[in-house]
């Protein structure tokens, strides 16, 4: 089963410095990635900059309608009033079926805010201790996930290790 998570930096950029890790860490076997995206958002713009990733081995699984409906739902909703927002709100039902509910999105949008980024992950099959070596001495924090409170919890704490 594959679980989304969201990782938020610190910075505008973390994500794309991350971007690079994963990549890595997928070539060596140590985490299959679905699928994958950067939310960037610089100090002083109105809104985040968003991009599906590639030269990902198993890219490409949910594809840009998805991301663009996920990232719409957590960014651009808001803004855009509440006859797009009962639309996009009947479209955002299917996602509950993967664990991205209301909380999700209204979690993800309070975590994600001016001059910060987040690098979001759909993967399966990840060497945890491994992976964390190789994000060693980046400083990001888990915002969101699908996994089950305890599977959260522990995967919190092995980054938390490396901090």
């Not at 927002?85 to 079926?97: F, K, N, P, T, W």
């Not at 909380?103 to 979001?120: H, V």
């Not at 759909?122 to 996994?147: C, H, I, P, T, Y």
């Amino acid at each position: 089963m594959a679980t989304m998570t969201v990782w938020k930096f610190a910075s505008a950029d973390g994500a794309d410095q991350a971007e690079r890790t994963l990549l890595d860490v997928q070539r060596r076997g140590l985490i299959t990635v679905h699928d994958a995206a950067i939310v960037s958002w610089r100090e002083g713009a109105k809104r985040p900059k968003t991009k599906q990733l590639s030269g990902l081995k198993a890219g490409g699984a949910l594809g840009g309608a998805f991301w663009g409906l996920l990232f719409g739902l957590i960014f651009f909703v808001p803004l855009l009033g509440a006859a797009v927002g009962a639309g996009m709100g009947a479209l955002a039902g299917s996602m509950r079926d993967v664990g991205i509910d209301d909380e999700f999105i209204r979690r993800t949008r309070e975590e994600i805010t001016e001059g910060t980024s987040a690098l979001f992950v759909l993967s399966s099959g990840a060497v945890v201790d491994k992976v964390r070596e190789a994000f060693a001495g980046q400083e990001m924090q888990l915002a969101q996930s699908n996994l089950s409170d305890e599977q959260e919890e522990r995967l919190r704490s092995v980054f938390a290790e490396a901090a």
